[in-house]
């Protein structure tokens, strides 16, 4: 661990006002939320094509709720972890403060984050299929799989996105514009492989946003970043942010 790094990034974090954060499952990890690429990652155990698609659940929705039961299963036992932490108390440390997230598991908001941007939806939502109609749902395990709608009896899906859907333009545009206006974007836990997620730092940096890449390993991002820590989230971020409350 370089402590020098960390003291000129605190030096740097306390002279400006705009930050934006996008986080990966990586962020997760150490609550025990397995990740998606790696060697325990869930698509090197699941196949996307079988249970994360359209056509998955037209095909068969009851196993994709199947899995999506299971999934928020090991998430509802886990608690959010130091770095979901620290990112929550920054939503106070700075004036303008924005996390965007790819990660479904709710964790951010458990830790108290209020302003998140949750690209790929949320686990404990659930969207009607005729209605389009959104509502948090936190039952596990679910009673009924496939779930119905109470409304219509129609079938209940995750609101999240599966592979081949786009993403809310709304927040994909809000992404964008936090992304490009800040002044040090954070990429936490990502392995930047998906799109267009993984671009968000890319466009910061090119608007002159200076970039902090937290990974234990390299990624696409790592070329573009100006810290590079390759650490665990829930321990250098907690000594990030003691090194910025030193005055
Ligand atoms: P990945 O599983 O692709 O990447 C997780 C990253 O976290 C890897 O680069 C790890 O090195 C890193 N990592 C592991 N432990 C860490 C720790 N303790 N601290 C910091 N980093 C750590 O997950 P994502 O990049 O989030 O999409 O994947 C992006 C999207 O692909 C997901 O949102 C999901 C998946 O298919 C959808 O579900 C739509």
Redesign the pocket.
């Given at each position: 661990m370089d402590i020098k790094e960390i003291i000129a990034l605190a030096g740097l974090l306390r002279n400006i006002s705009r930050v934006a954060v996008l986080?990966?499952?990586?962020?997760s990890?150490?609550s025990g939320v397995p990740?998606?690429?790696?060697k325990d990652?869930?698509?090197n155990q699941f196949r996307?094509e079988d249970l994360?698609t359209p056509e998955a659940f037209e095909r068969d929705p009851a196993l994709v709720w199947q899995w999506y039961n299971w999934r928020r299963g090991l998430i509802a036992k886990v608690e959010p972890n130091p770095?979901h932490k620290v990112l929550a108390q920054w939503e106070r440390t700075f004036p303008s403060f924005v996390l965007i997230t790819?990660?479904?598991d709710g964790l951010h908001k458990k830790a108290g984050s209020t302003n998140i941007l949750e690209?790929?939806?949320n686990i404990w939502k659930v969207r009607c299929t005729k209605e389009s109609t959104v509502e948090e749902n936190y039952l596990f395990p679910l009673p009924e799989i496939p779930p119905r709608c109470p409304a219509c009896k129609a079938l209940l899906r995750p609101h999240?996105?599966?592979?081949g859907e786009s993403l809310d333009s709304a927040i994909l545009n809000k992404a964008f514009v936090f992304s490009t206006s800040c002044e040090v974007m954070f990429a936490?836990?990502?392995?930047?492989?998906?799109q267009p997620?993984?671009s968000f730092p890319i466009a910061a940096a090119e608007a002159g946003a200076k970039i902090v890449e937290?990974?234990?390993?390299p990624?696409p991002l790592t070329y573009y970043a100006d810290f590079s820590f390759r650490?665990?989230?829930?321990?250098i971020l907690p000594l990030i942010d003691d090194y910025l409350n030193k005055k």
């Open positions: 986080t990966g499952a990586g962020i990890a150490e990740t998606f690429r790696g990652g869930l698509w996307a994360a770095a790819q990660n479904v690209l790929h939806g999240v996105i599966w592979f936490i836990g990502t392995s930047a492989f998906i997620a993984a937290i990974n234990p390993d990624t650490e665990k989230a829930g321990e």
